[in-house]
């Protein structure tokens, strides 16, 4: 049950919503966490739910909007005492509904640089030495939204998303660094809001699927947490 025993895992946007259930499942899998949110009094809550684990815990901050904000998230990893073997990239943050053409260019820049940009440096920053020790598990969050023009910069950044774990994946073929995104359902978090079809607790253990695949096992792939809902979490 404890597969994940030893090993080190960051999710960013841990503090809350999604992030969190993440790092809760991959802890009760044996999984020593990294939690991140924007500034580190955000993730205090994570580490307390966290202390029942029994797994180490360390805590780094950062903006994933701004260049010093991923620089700190890198160096806070590279300073905590393990290698890191799953990275979850799970913030994001969507957008206030507006008509497409009203979209300013600054709302598509930030959109991509928080969804795309900053996953494509933390991959970056760590795939390489995962490559290297022959072992990793990348899971990008994605989204099943469609049809909705009036949240663009949000959608499109996630089929950039989609397309950048496909190729991801196929850079890191053979290396036994598994690289696969992931779809939660649609979840009320402060993202999904309300009105969404399911708790965010039902999230797991989907989100856990591609974290405890075996050995050179499917890469490239999208999974959907909601297909595992009905399992024991
Ligand atoms: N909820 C849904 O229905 C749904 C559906 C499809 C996909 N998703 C995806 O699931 C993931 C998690 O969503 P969620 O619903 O859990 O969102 P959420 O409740 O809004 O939580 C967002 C998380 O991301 C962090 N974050 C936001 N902006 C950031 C920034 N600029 N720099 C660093 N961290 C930042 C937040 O940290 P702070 O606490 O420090 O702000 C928080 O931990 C996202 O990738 C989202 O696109 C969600």
Known sequence: MRKLEGRWALVTGSSRGIGQQIALGLARRGCNIIVHGREARNGRK???LLAGCEVQTHLVAGDLATEPGI???IDGVNAHPGTLDILYNNAAISNRSTPLFEFPMEVWLQ??????FAM???CNAFAPGMRERGYGRIINLTSGIADQPNLAPYSVSKAAVDKYSRDLACELKDANVLVNYLDPGWLK???GGPNAWEDVETVLPGALVPALLDDNGP????YSAQDYKMLER
């Open 219 to 222: 890469t490239g792939r999208l």
């Open 120 to 122: 494509i440096r933390l």
């Open 111 to 116: 959109t991509f640089q928080v969804n795309l």
């Open 189 to 191: 978090t402060d993202l």
């Open 71 to 73: 620089r700190a998230v």
């Open 46 to 48: 994570t580490i307390e």
